[in-house]
C-alpha cells in the first residue's frame, strides 16, 4: 500500500506538470515578448538610463544616450564640444561612456580622470602638443575610440598608449608628427585602425607596427615618405586597407609589401613613382582595388601589370602620361574595371596593350588626348560593355572607321534593354583632318570613311636632340593605320633595322623603342622612324647631336713635383661623382686635346672627384716631365685631355701637404715685432710719466716751506725687463 501511495503521488505530480508546462511557456512567450519603455535603455553594468536615473551633468555639457557608428547600442554620452574648456571637466561622472571634448583649448595631456567605463574619448581639434607622461590613460582600458586629430602633437613617446589594451581605433591625423619613438605604439594588440595622416613623417619604420597584429587600416597619407623599406609591413599581416596617398614615395624597397597577403584595398596615389613596382604588387595577392592616381610615370612599359589579380585599377590624372605600350596588361584574369582618365599627355594605346584581360568590362578613356583607339583593343576585350572615349582630340580617318561602324550596330543588354557600349556617342568630336574638324563624329556618314588607310608615324621625339657624351640616348615611335603597320629605324650610316635585324640590340621588341647606351661623337647624325603598310608609307626622322659635357681643366699651381688642376664648367655639384682625373707620364706617343684614354701608352694613374672638390693636387711628379692629365667622365668617355709640364725649382714643402710662404712668414714675424716694440715704449714712457712732479716748487713763494711727506724711496734693483723681441718669439714665454 506505501507504494501504491507513492505512485498515486507520483501520477498527481505528472498530472500537475503536464497542466502547467504550456502555461508555463505562454509565460515566457509574453515576458520575451513585452517591449520595454522607449525611454529606458538598461546600462550593460545595470546602469538603468530612464531620465530621473541620469547623473549630474558637467557645467557647459549636454548629457544624453547617443548612438554611434562602430557601437551596436547608445553610450552614456557627455557632450562638451566647443564649450571653450582649458581642461577637463571636473565633475565628469565616473559611469560616463562617450567623452566629447572637440574644438576646446585643452593644451596637453599630463592627466585624465577615472572614468572606467569610457569608451569613446574625442579630443580632436585642441591645442594639445604633447602627451605629458606614459600613463596618461591607465584609468580608460575599456577604452576602444580614441580621437586625437588636428591637434599639435609633434612627438609620439615609448609607451604613449600604455594600458589601452582594448583600443580598436586610433586616429592622429592632422597633427604635426615628426617623430614617432621605436615603441611609441607598444601594447596596442587589439588596434584594429590606425590613422596617421596629414603630419610630418618622413619615414614608416617596422617597429612601429609590430605590436599591432590585429591592425586592419593603415592611414599614412599626406605624409613626406619616400621609399618603403624591407619587411616595414610583415607583422601586420590582418591588413585590409592600406594608405599611402600624397607621399613623395619613389620606391618600395624589395620585399617592402611583404606580408600584406590580405590587403583588400591599396592607394599609391599622388606620388612620385617614375615606374610601376610591379614585383611588389603582385605580392598583394588578394588585391581588389589599386589605386595610382597622379603618380609621375610618363609611360606604361610591358609587363607593367601583368600577372596581376586586382579587380580595379585608376591611373587617371598622370601628368606626364603620353603612351601605353604593347603588353601593359597581360593576364589579368580578374580586371574588370579600367579607369586611365584625365591624363592630359596620352596620345597612344598601342593596339595590343591587352592580352589575357577576358573579364574587362568597363574602360574610362575620357578627357586624355587620344587621337585613335584601335580595333584590336577591341576585339581583345570579348566582355566589354562600358567604352567611355569622349573628349578626345580623334583624328576620324580609317583608324575610327570600326567605332562608328559600331556606334550604329553594335549593342549590349542592361536590364533587359539594348544599349550602345559607346557611352556619351554624342560627345565624340573630329579633330582631324582639317575637312572634319570641329565635326560631331555621329554626323559623319558611315559610307564617307574608308576602312583602309594609309600609316601615320607618331613620334615622342623632337625636329633634333641633344645629348652628352656617355648618357644614354633614346628615341620612340609609334604608328597608327589600317591595316596596322610595322615600324623600322634608320642609322646615321644608312643600316636599316628592325626586331629581327638587330644586331646592335638597340630597338625594343615591337620596334617602338630605340636605345643606345653611351653614345660617342660618332653616334650623331639622323635617325628615321619608318612605318608600313600594304598601302604606303610614312617617315619621321631627328637630327641626334652629341656635345661634349661642359667641363674643362685649368692648372691653378705648378711646381718639380706636383701640378693642381681645377676644372670650370656648368656640371651641378652632385654630377661630379661621375667624373675622374686620370694622368700618366708622357710618352711622346701623342696626346694634347685630342688624345683619349684609350690610347697606348703608360698605366693612367686615377683619382675619383666628388661633389665637394674643387680641385686637386697630382703629387710624386718628376721634375722637369711632361704629364698627360684626362678629366673622364664613367671612366670611359674623355672629356678633355691636355699635356702640362712639372718645373725645376726646389719647392718649400712636402707635396700634398700645404705649403708655406717664406715671404709672408717674415712679414708676418716682424708685424709682431713691430707691435710689441711700440707696446714696450708706450710702457716705459708711461712709468716716466708717472714719476715727474706735479706740483709747484714752495720756495719760489719765498715763503716758508710746507712740510710734504715723501714716497717710500725702493732701492731694490730693477725688474726683469716687461717684453723683448727675443722672448716674444718664444710660443711658451710669459709675457
Sequence with gaps: MKCDGL???????????????????????????????????????GWS????????????????????????????????????????????????????????????????????????????????????NHWVFEHMGLLVHLDLSGNNLRTLQHGSFSGLHSLDVLDLSDNNIKTVELHAFGGLNHLSVLRLGHNELYELKRPWLLSMTSLGELYVQGNYISVIESRTFDKITSLLHLDLSDNALRRVSENGFLGLHHVKVCNLSDNDFVTIPTKELRRLSSLDILLLDGIKITRLREGDFEDMAVSSISLSFLPKLTVVHKGAFSNMSQ???????????????????????????????????????????????????????????????????????????????????????????????????????????????????????????????????????????????????????????????GQTVNSSSDTLGVLSQDNTVLTLTGVQVSDAGTYACRANNSISYDISSTAVTVRNKDLRLAVTDHANDYITVAWIGSI?????????????????????????????????????????M???????????????????????????????????????????????????????????????????????????????????????????MDKIPLEPIDHRAPGTPLCSSRTALLPNSQI
Design 7 to 45: 505512485t498515486a503521488v507520483g501520477m498527481r505530480r505528472r498530472a500537475v506538470w503536464q497542466v502547467n508546462v504550456p502555461l508555463l511557456l505562454l509565460l515566457l512567450v509574453m515576458v520575451s515578448f513585452t517591449p520595454p519603455p522607449s525611454d529606458a535603455l538598461v546600462h550593460d553594468g
Design 49 to 132: 538610463p530612464e531620465e530621473e536615473d541620469m547623473p549630474p551633468c558637467p557645467t557647459s555639457c549636454d548629457c544624453s544616450f547617443s548612438t554611434f557608428p562602430s557601437f551596436p547600442r547608445p553610450l552614456l554620452t557627455v557632450n562638451c564640444t566647443g564649450a571653450g574648456l582649458n581642461d577637463f571637466p571636473a565633475d565628469t561622472p565616473n559611469t560616463t561612456e562617450a567623452l566629447l571634448l572637440a574644438h576646446n583649448r585643452l593644451l596637453n595631456l599630463s592627466s585624465l580622470p577615472a572614468l572606467p567605463s569610457l569608451r569613446l574619448l574625442d579630443l580632436s581639434h585642441n591645442h594639445i602638443g604633447y602627451l605629458a
Design 335 to 493: 580586371l574588370r574595371t579600367l579607369q586611365l582618365h584625365d591624363n592630359p599627355q596620352l596620345l597612344f594605346i598601342h593596339p595590343h596593350a591587352f592580352s589575357g584581360v577576358p573579364l574587362l568590362h568597363r574602360l574610362l578613356v575620357h578627357n586624355n588626348q587620344l587621337i585613335t583607339l584601335s580595333l584590336s583593343i577591341k576585339d581583345s576585350l570579348p566582355t566589354l560593355d562600358e567604352l567611355h572615349l569622349y573628349h578626345n582630340p580623334l583624328h576620324c580617318d580609317c583608324n575610327i572607321f570600326w567605332l562608328k561602324r559600331d556606334m550604329v550596330s553594335v549593342y549590349v543588354e542592361v536590364n533587359g534593354t539594348e544599349t550602345s557600349y559607346i557611352k556619351d556617342a554624342d560627345k565624340l568630336v573630329c579633330n582631324s583632318p582639317e575637312v572634319n574638324s570641329n565635326v560631331l563624329l555621329s554626323t559623319i556618314p558611315l559610307q564617307m570613311m574608308s576602312p583602309v588607310c594609309a600609316p601615320t608615324t607618331l613620334p615622342f621625339f623632337s625636329d633634333s636632340v641633344n645629348v652628352s657624351i656617355g648618357d644614354d640616348l633614346r628615341l620612340e615611335c609609334q604608328a597608327i593605320g589600317v591595316p596596322e603597320p610595322t615600324l623600322f629605324w634608320t642609322l646615321p650610316d
Design 572 to 612: 651641378p655639384r652632385p654630377q661630379m661623382a661621375h667624373f675622374q682625373i686620370l694622368y700618366r707620364k708622357n710618352d711622346g706617343s701623342g696626346g694634347g686635346e685630342s688624345a683619349g684614354v684609350g690610347s697606348e701608352g703608360e698605366e693612367w694613374e686615377r683619382v675619383y672627384l666628388h661633389g665637394r
Design 614 to 704: 674643387h680641385r686637386c693636387t697630382l703629387i710624386g711628379l718628376k721634375p722637369m716631365t711632361s704629364y698627360e692629365i684626362c678629366l673622364v667622365y664613367r671612366e670611359t668617355y674623355s672629356v678633355q685631355c691636355r699635356n702640362f709640364t712639372t718645373d725645376h725649382r726646389v719647392a718649400l714643402a712636402q707635396p700634398a701637404i700645404t705649403r708655406v710662404d717664406m715671404t709672408r712668414v717674415v712679414a708676418s714675424v716682424c708685424a709682431v715685432v713691430g707691435v710689441l716694440l711700440v707696446l714696450c715704449l708706450a710702457r716705459v714712457l708711461t712709468r716716466r710719466l708717472r714719476r715727474r712732479k706735479d706740483y709747484q716748487d714752495p720756495l719760489k713763494e719765498g715763503g716758508e
